[in-house]
């Protein structure tokens, strides 16, 4: 039976793609280090899991309205006013079976044929993906490593076109941790304050930072109505299998985000909602610990790195990655990935695998023990020094 072409189109994740790879060496016998899923490895807090239990045995297994509970969604908007100086009313925050939803839809309102979209490269292979498959224009723009892996705000500046519609930004970033400056944020609101731009501000690894939080487009003037927030809970409150996200959305996209959501979740379920409500509203004792453990495995792992011959790591300032070049080894990124997987037994990805100037890089997850994270570095250094 034939295919919708548009299925040609669609990229996949990498990360689940070397999961797989790695668990077929595990059922050899093999002992695999995982620093290739971008999936904390710490536990959904207990308040959390509790609110959802007892959402269950009260009965919050039904429908529920569209675009979300009213109780999360005004504990989102609250949130919002306390992080971002933000005063958006429920009715423009729409909750979802996970951030890339809220992605997609923002996407699919905005987007027609051949319209222009600015994206980070390295970046979350999901851009690009939705970008093509909606048979619009891919626009990446190369992240630069001495600005701390932000924008060469020249080369952007020049990249938008009267055929711009969108303009995607992640900080802190997936792959590189890194956070664009709040001076940076404020020249590309210049740039794009105004236009028949849209801004998708990606801030689903906001809580996970290590020091001054990054400022959001969305809460500079005149830049409120013309961003979508997209964010969730699967980073910031370990619970990726959850599956609840949400958009912050201007006024002009509501409807059209409703009618993509009726078509297609009809809901998100209600009882994971209600741990949303639980996750936000209570304790954060347990997420700030995380943060720190976060940061104390980076510390430890990226001066590791350094220590490699061939290998020199920026100490990132947010989520949970490391993100070294590895020009000096003389080892193109997808072919040392491939051999640190099946030669060293650790799993990573390949910088390419978030695009085209990824090369020269590899991504390590931090979501392992600082015990597994040594380990890794071990066999790193075996594997490049003998």
Known sequence: MQIADRISRLGVEGAFAVLQQARALEAQGKHIVHLEIGEPDFPTPQHIVEAGKQALQDGWTHYGPTMGLPDLREAIAKRLASTHGLEIGPNRIGVMPGAKPALFFAMMAVLEKGDEVIYPDPGFPIYASMVRFLEAVPKPIPLIESRGFSFDLDRLKDSITGKTRMLILNSPHNPTGGIIPATDI??????VRGRDITVVSDEI??????????????????MNQQTVIVDGFSKSHAMTGWRLGYGVYPDHLIDAVSKL????????????QKAGVAALEGPQSECDGMVAQFRQRRDVFCNILNSIKGFTCQIPPGAFYAFPRIVETGIESKVLSERLLTEASVACLSGTAFGQFGEGYLRFSLANSLANLELAGDRIRTLIQG
Do not use: H, K, Q, W
């Open 186 to 191: 404020r020249a590309i609101a210049d740039m």
């Open 261 to 272: 959501m009726v078509n297609s979740n009809s809901c998100t379920a209600s009882f994971t």
């Open 205 to 222: 690894y906001s809580t996970i930072c290590f020091g001054e939080p990054p400022l959001s487009i969305a809460s500079l003037e005149g």
